[in-house]
């Protein structure tokens, strides 16, 4: 190791004990897994913050202009979810995430109710960022919340009025012209996908009438987000949170939270989502029920499949970083990112090709969070977890 490299190793080891947070100047604990060369941490949310007791449901893209847009629940009055007062607000950094910006708000709670489980995604043909979310109800009224779009054409800095697209995709009358017939439905929240030819898309979970389980549809636009569509048939029958990602084919992995399994689900598309395979368990992605992100990278020509989830298989601890190299058919290689109770994940890749990932990482309990940027060399990760 040279001397640069052993300082270097040195101070991100001191870093990894304690850090002073530049929002308070309170000492925060830090717990990451084999820190080196190159990997940097910041807080971004924390509870107290901002005058909300709660923070959660992180999720981050790569802005057209390289500066870093995260969104997430401000959760005012206490952690639950929808119908709750909270509002979907939003922090940017323009140095790679060393520091983050003041506290935006994206959509507010109003006399409809709150405004949660955002995802995020950036229209490459036109710059805009999309923050699509749930308005009103959460999964368990007998009323569905409005799933809602807001639009920043500014690179996150100002977000415009948000759009109720319930009447184009989902009713509870069974009558409807709309193609969802339902009790309840929310966006999965993290990250929607924009494919190759430009259409958007974002997987939809669906709560029926005295039906137990939980349909997962893809919604997609083709115009930027003004019109949205509805596959012809869900992705699968009974599931959870989900993302969706483009394989260098043209071919779609849904991949899906899995309510009651101890494996990620994958459902394929072969006609641009607008039809699903019966979904299959995937060895090697432990999954304990908890939504997490898969994005595609591409190195040396080779094309890379990155899925976040808690790598512990038995609950919501230490996210870790997976990766398959023939996509998605097996995952050999694992990198742990935190190494404490943790639970949701967003990840984006930066303009240098480093990976940014959002935790949300245990505060004061299992269920209060702070959510943690963390940037992670492509080759830390590829190095995988030390045996």
């Not at 995937?282 to 899925?307: F, H, M, S, T, W």
Request: contains cysteine; proline residues 5%.
């Amino acid at each position: 190791m040279t001397k640069l490299s052993l300082r270097n190793a040195i101070r991100w080891s001191a870093l990894s004990m304690l850090l002073i947070s530049p929002l308070s100047g309170i000492a925060q604990q830090v717990h990451t897994a084999n820190w080196a060369d190159g990997v940097e941490r910041a807080l971004v949310y924390r509870p107290g913050d901002f005058d909300s007791k709660f923070y959660r449901i992180p999720a981050i893209v790569t802005a057209k202009d390289g500066s870093l847009v995260t969104v997430a629940d401000k959760r005012i009055e206490h952690n639950g979810d929808l119908p709750a007062k909270i509002d979907v607000v939003s922090r940017r950094s323009t140095d790679g995430g060393r520091t983050w910006s003041d506290y935006v708000t994206v959509a507010a709670h109003d006399e409809v109710g709150g405004c949660g489980d955002p995802a995020l995604v950036v229209d490459d043909k036109t710059g805009d960022i999309l923050a699509i979310f749930s308005h009103g109800n959460g999964l368990w009224q007998d009323t569905p919340a409005h799933i809602s779009v807001a639009r920043s054409k500014d690179n996150g800095m100002t977000w415009g009025k948000m759009l109720d697209i319930n009447p184009q995709i989902l009713t509870t009358d069974t009558n409807g012209k709309q193609p969802i017939k339902c009790t309840s439905a929310f966006a999965s929240s993290g990250r929607a996908t924009q494919l190759d030819n430009g259409r958007i898309m974002f997987p939809l979970v669906v709560r029926e009438k005295e039906n137990p389980n939980f349909k997962v549809y893809a919604i997609y636009s083709d115009d930027g987000g003004s019109k949205w569509s509805v596959s012809k048939n869900p992705a699968t029958a009974d599931g959870d949170e989900s993302k969706i990602v483009q394989l260098a084919d043209g071919s779609l992995i849904m991949s899906i939270r899995n309510r009651f399994g101890s494996l990620r689900k994958f459902s394929f598309s072969h006609d641009r989502g607008e039809t699903w395979s019966e979904p299959v368990p995937v060895e090697g992605l432990p999954d304990p029920r908890c939504n997490g992100d898969i994005i595609r990278y591409a190195r040396d020509g080779k094309d890379l499949l990155l899925q976040s989830l808690p790598g512990d298989p038995n609950g919501r601890n230490n996210v870790a970083i997976y990766v398959s190299n023939d996509g998605g058919k097996t995952w050999p290689v694992k990198k742990t990112v935190v190494t404490i109770p943790s639970a949701y994940s967003s990840m984006t890749i930066l303009p240098d090709g480093s990976i940014g990932i959002l935790t949300e990482e245990s505060a004061n309990n299992h269920y209060s969070y702070d959510i943690w940027f963390t940037r992670l060399p492509i080759d830390v990760i590829l190095a995988g977890d030390k045996k």
